[in-house]
Structures are given as C-alpha cells and as structure tokens.
C-alpha cells in the first residue's frame, strides 16, 4: 500500500467533484528492495545477476506508464484508465528546452517566464465523484500496475457522501 487519501471538503449527493491525487514517480518500497538486493549480490560477488538488475533499474526509465483499475468497481468514480508518471528530471529536461526555444523566438525581446512549482500540475491522478445517494463510507482501492509488471501500487480510497442539505424557508 503505497498511500491512502479522502476528499479534502464534504460532497453532497449531486454534486460532481474533482479531485487530483499526487502521484510520485519514484516508487520508494521498490528502490529499497532493489537496494537492498544488490547489497546482497555485491556481498556473496555474483556478478551476472548485478548485471541483471542494472538492466532491470535501466528499464524503470524516466517515464512509467499504468494500467488502473479500481476494487471494487463504481459507476460513479470516473478515472482514466491509463496514467503516465514521469519524472522530474524529465520535466526539467522539457521546459530547459521550451525556454531555450521561446528565448531563440524572441531574440533581443524580454520575455518575464513565471516559474511553476513542480507540485502545481506534475503527476496528479484525475478522479471525478458523480454520486446519486448517500453513502456512509465507501473504501476502494486504485491499482497501478505498470506496462511491465514491474512496479505495482495500490492506492487505499476513503470517501462519504452525505445528502443534500435542507433548506429552512422562513
């Protein structure tokens, strides 16, 4: 289980909410496996499986793409079924690149680039909540399996829907 989020205000039958988790693209429980296995194969000096694992840790790359699935299942919890994470050093990569791009473009014009926090828009799952009743609490899971079976998360959901409130007419 890598990590358990609830909405962050109430939502009412109705009402359609979204919401964005932040996903990291480091997936902290498998480096420390790795780690931790290739202090083992240095310790008993078995080099071809070492070799093995860089080409493993080679393949994680910069970019990892999921399958998500949600258990159990609900018409009323949309989300994408695929969702790519890339890394931050991929990100900065790309905007190096857009302002060197944007300053060939101006040449000789000042040009003011506003800096965005990479927590601003940079690995969030979408989710949008529709629901047509109440529900005390509804527990889910999100499952990210990646493309090569390799990192698997599990993502714990925790959500209530409460009615709409009543109007008192005076």
Known sequence: MIGEFKLNKPC????????????????????????NHEQRL????????????QRFRSQLGEQ??????????????????FFT????LKKARNDKVKSEEEESEAEGAKKVVEEKNESDNFNKFPIQI??????????????????????????????TILPLPIKVAR
């Open 12 to 35: 009412y039958v109705g009402e359609r909410v979204n919401q964005e988790y932040p996903i990291s693209h480091r997936n902290e429980h498998l480096f420390n496996a790795l780690k």
């Open 42 to 53: 240095i310790q008993y000096n078995r080099v071809k499986e070492k070799e093995e694992l």
């Open 64 to 81: 990892i793409n999921f399958n998500v699935q949600m258990l159990p299942k609900t018409s009323f919890i949309t989300f994408p079924e």
């Open 85 to 88: 994470s890339d890394s931050a």
């Open 130 to 159: 529709n629901f047509k009743n109440p529900v005390a609490q509804l527990n889910c899971q999100f499952l990210f399996v990646s493309s090569n079976k390799a990192d698997i998360r599990v993502l714990k959901y925790t959500l």
